[in-house]
């Protein structure tokens, strides 16, 4: 796909403080995925991340086998059915997840959904839904509609994890030239009309603003309470390796035109007579910069450098972690000094590399797990899992994994506060060989008698 640039960006917002899981956003080699679980506390994130390890893992498996795209995606919608319907019978409880799925090559998007999530696409200045909910409401429009409060959810028709052999259609969709794909959950749509996504995309047509242009407008509509995603695509234009193949060619044939140029000019300088110099106008040769000041302006873009205490560490273990851009209250507001603030700052830093390298290595059966879970303390709880049942869930997730990668950037750091534990933020991208996703993540830090000791995580 010379021709197609993807850009893409995605938000996530929970409006529930103390809820965990909820909606997400997947993207993998153009295949882009929307999931909302649907169930009780845990169960709904069960769901949730069933589909999203499975759709994308059995999709291009499916792919690599000569399948068309349409028929893989049908395929990889079966497995994730039949593997939520399993785990449904299993708990006995029950569960489901909403998905939109959307693959796009050679300017053809392939889509299909089940649920209440949504799929749009932007061309032209026109926007038009490609979606129906399947819910009892859109099939019935005089069904009195339920209350939009925490915990209610829509009566589903189609889903994930419902029915034995659930109605799965895929449909293709000619691109334009340029253009836009909306990937939205219920939360969103529940809020803000067609009319007013169209409105706000023709003010800009950059998915990171669009993205928090929704967000603001739901949470302006009193949708603050609301969990929700969207996703948007953004295609067209020239890709950036073809765009960077040009530019080099572009500067080759300006340096050859600058050569040629000055030799040219030297020899009609030589050509011309001395005493026709006499009258001719001063010919004021360019200013070259000293050289000191070339310097002073590479070093301006030089990148910045990790910190002296742990930069021999960086360089075993952390190819793929970015140092920390900031570091809030080193220390300072309870009596240390800026000393203190910089001991903290790598202490932090190097217990991250050592943890984001140790989930590297729990991929595969014989992945070292008891490294990974000794970052976590004895007190460490998440979505109502304590830390052996966390334990239980990494393990049966690693063994299904070739590979693990994670990359960690924009750190920030604050605390330590009066019951002696540090907050750290960064953007955290995760690969492996079947799931990759990027979010924010959030750790919540203590100083035990053994060290630093993971007590809670969230990502958004």
Known sequence: MIIMNID?????????????????????????????????????????????????????????????????????????????????????????????AVYIKDRIMYFSHLGDTRIYSYQGGELNQLTRDHTIIEKDPFVDKRSNSVGQIPVLTQALGIHEKPSI?????????????????????????????????????????????????????????????????????????FRNILMTYSAFFLLII??????????????IPQEDLIDSPVVTQPVIKKEEDQQVRDTRNAPVQ?????????????????????VVNKGKERGGDEDQGEELFNMIYAF????????????????????????????????????????????????????????????KISGPSDDNKVEVRFDQDYRSSNYSVKSKKMLLLKKETTGWKIVNERST
Request: contains cysteine; aromatic residues 10%; charged residues 30%.
């Open 258 to 271: 600058f050569v040629m140029a000055g030799y040219l000019m030297k020899y009609s300088d030589e050509k």
């Open 8 to 100: 893409y960006d995605f938000k996530t917002y929970i409006g529930v403080k103390d809820r965990e899981f909820g909606d997400f956003f997947s993207h993998k080699d153009n295949l882009f995925l929307v999931v909302e679980g649907v169930g009780a506390e845990y169960l709904s994130e069960i769901a949730r991340e069933g589909a999203m390890e499975i759709v994308p893992e059995a999709f291009f498996r499916h792919l690599s086998k000569g399948y068309l795209p349409g028929d893989a995606l049908v395929k990889a919608l079966e497995e994730a059915n039949e593997g939520i319907l399993a785990e449904r019978r299993k708990l006995g409880e029950k569960m489901a997840a909403s998905i939109s």
């Open 306 to 326: 990790a910190p002296q205490a742990v930069r021999k560490a960086i360089e075993r273990v952390s190819e793929n972690v970015t140092a920390p851009e900031t």
């Open 352 to 411: 991250l590399i050592e943890w984001k390298t140790s989930w590297e290595k729990t991929a595969g059966k014989n992945g070292d797990l008891e490294k990974y879970i000794s970052f976590y303390s004895g007190d460490f709880l998440v979505n109502r899992l304590d830390r052996e049942k966390w334990k239980q869930d990494k393990f049966q997730k690693g063994r299904k994994k070739d590979w693990i990668e994670v990359e960690i950037s924009d750190i």
């Open 169 to 241: 259609e895929v449909k293709k969709y000619p691109l334009e030239r340029r253009g836009l794909v909306f990937l939205t959950t219920e939360g969103l749509t529940d809020r803000i009309s067609n009319r007013e996504i169209q409105w706000l995309s023709h003010k800009t047509q950059s998915p990171s603003r669009l993205c928090e242009g929704l967000m603001d407008l739901v949470k302006r509509k009193g949708g603050s309470a609301n969990n929700m995603t969207v996703g948007i695509i953004k295609y067209g234009g020239i890709s950036k390796g």
